[in-house]
């Protein structure tokens, strides 16, 4: 099975800071690696799928990077409404999908 | 617009059985994989299983194999999760996501969610 880790577990940040979360694969899974946000009582919400693409309605500030095993999820200026829980999942085997243990950012 | 409604949560003692399912609509259920993804109260995300549009491919995580058979019934646009054994480790919230598959697959479209509470 592939493993992700996601790191930091949480964190603490202010309106405008630049946020980092990395996420790493047990094995290479090329760019099978989507981005979820989710907020208290709601299903998650796809921000970033195929390791770098935006999906639609997603704002700018959001991006990603990254291919084999190491890929980040950045907010280049925290806003109010980004305060969620972000989740990293690879899709590079349908039978085997998984996801990261989630990194849940704060307010500072 | 696309829907995905949950239902058949409920509280079962340990070792029961339960089933759940998701109705589809709002778009050509036939044409996606779906999978089911629970998640265990103040916990993360833990994907449980997958169906292909034609039910010619199937997985699921290792916590549930054996306990656990997904089913869809395309004629009726519905996705279905048969639980049997259910462990207390088994409580979460449980929705259903469609799979957009075109390039590397992401889950585009989620349920609400249905609760399975599993206790004596």
């Known amino acids: 099975d592939i493993q992700m880790t996601q790191s930091p577990s949480s964190l603490s940040a202010s309106v405008g800071d630049r946020v980092t979360i990395t996420c790493r694969a047990s094995e290479s899974i090329s760019t099978y690696l989507n981005w979820y946000q989710q907020k208290p009582g709601k299903a998650p919400n796809l921000l970033i799928y195929?390791?770098?693409s935006l999906q639609s309605g997603v704002p700018l500030r959001f991006s990603g990077s990254g291919s084999g095993t190491d890929f980040t999820l950045t907010i280049s200026s925290l806003q109010p409404g980004d305060f969620a829980t972000y989740y990293c999942q690879q899709s590079y085997r349908f039978t085997q999908v998984s996801f990261g243990g989630g990194t849940k950012v704060e307010i500072k | 617009e696309v829907q995905l409604v949950e239902s058949g949560g409920d509280l079962v003692q340990p070792g029961r059985s339960l089933r759940v399912s998701c109705a589809a609509s709002g778009f050509t259920f036939d044409d996606y994989a779906m999978h089911w993804v629970r998640q265990a109260p103040g916990k993360g995300l833990e994907w449980v299983s997958g169906?292909?549009?034609?039910?010619?491919?199937?997985g699921y995580a290792d916590s549930v194999k054996g306990r656990f058979t997904i089913s869809r019934d395309n004629a009726k646009n519905s996705l279905y999760l048969q639980m049997n054994s259910l462990r207390p480790e088994d409580t979460a919230l449980y929705y259903c996501a469609r799979l957009w598959g075109t390039g590397i697959p992401y889950f585009d479209y989620w349920g609400q969610g249905t609760l399975v509470t599993v206790s004596s």
């Open positions: 195929a390791a770098s």
């Open positions: 169906i292909s549009w034609n039910s010619g491919t199937i």
